[in-house]
């Protein structure tokens, strides 16, 4: 009888579908959580050590410093291929990896594109309407919608701590605008989107379809022809800078490098000529949180949407509680589908690589 080949699992998928159940069928698969850097080091000198691939979902190798350093050290010599759910692929070591012999494969997906690009509009929307605030205000003694509406146009916000001022109010006020703030459509408003890969310009599809103006910041200019097929216009700018005097919103959507690292500072916040609204889905460290906390505590930013943390996965505790900012737990991507879809994916690129074939693989390194 031929020995089935060990594929390790480290992050489990969807074992409903087809595509796990075809390719459980064919390798011998080892799901494995990992509880320690030394308890891995160990199970791959033993009884790991004739694995001949790895599929990283979400997570991954986040918990031990990622895959580098000693783990990648440690490794079982058998492994072909690691292959990973996400497109990004930070705590890698590409380089150290290819002098092993080991294949990194990522899964760039629309399915996750489009789903941070929802994300960012829900963002958005809160920015610019307060959703926020009438959301979390109402309750307790504030259950008449109209005595709410009133309460929040006549509050005012403490601006330090991030949270109305208010108290119940009998009447029924329209809510044109919350605790001093205007209660605003995106229509008509300047969007900066930094970084304008093929997230980026969904996002750009997606603000643009309520309005919005659309201005990119990127390397370099995209060609007329790219700018003409997006389906929507563009204007373009160089720089962050460059868009101090016109940015209403803000939305960072560029790696993470040592170029782009704190873009997001205080002297760019204090730079601009008019409050903003800043949402980021980037890299956490785009961002100087402590100069954004600053600026949301001056005024000089509006509002903040995160789904991405400088200190990730910790967040800052300045940024709790506040109610001009929304946070999520880097879930931009988190849809069943795209779950399924890179789950599939990456198990596509396993068989590929251990059965030699040539089909096209989305391989790192």
Known sequence: MTLKQQVLFVGKPNTNTEAYKKFSANFEVINYKITSKSQLIEDFEGRLRYIEAIYAGWGGFDGVGGFQGEVLRHCPPNVKVVAICSIGHDGYDTEGMSKRGITLTNVPSVIASEAVADLVLYNTLSSFRNFKMFEKNLGGKLTNTGALRTALVRGEFDQFNGVPVIKPTVGGAFASSCCGRDILSPR?????????????????????????????????????????????????????????????????????????????????????????????????????????????????????????????????????????VVLTPHIGSSTTENFNYTAAAAMFNIETVLYDREDTITRVN
């Open 188 to 324: 008509g408003h300047n969007v900066v989107i930094v970084g304008f890969g093929s997230i980026g310009k969904l996002i750009g599809e997606r603000l643009a379809c309520i309005g919005m103006n659309i201005h990119y910041v990127k390397r370099s200019k995209l060609s007329e022809q790219e700018e003409a097929s997006l389906g929507y216009k563009v204007t373009y700018h160089a720089t962050l800078k460059d868009t101090k005097n016109i940015a209403d919103l803000v939305v960072i959507a560029c790696p993470g490098t040592a170029h782009t690292r704190h873009m997001v500072n205080e002297e760019m916040i204090n730079d601009f000529a008019k409050p903003f609204r800043l949402i980021n889905i980037g890299r956490g460290y785009v961002v100087d949180e402590k100069a954004l906390v600053n600026g949301l505590q001056s005024g000089k930013i509006l509002f903040a949407g995160l789904d991405v943390f400088e200190n990730e996965p910790s967040i800052n505790p300045d940024l709790l509680n506040r109610q001009d």
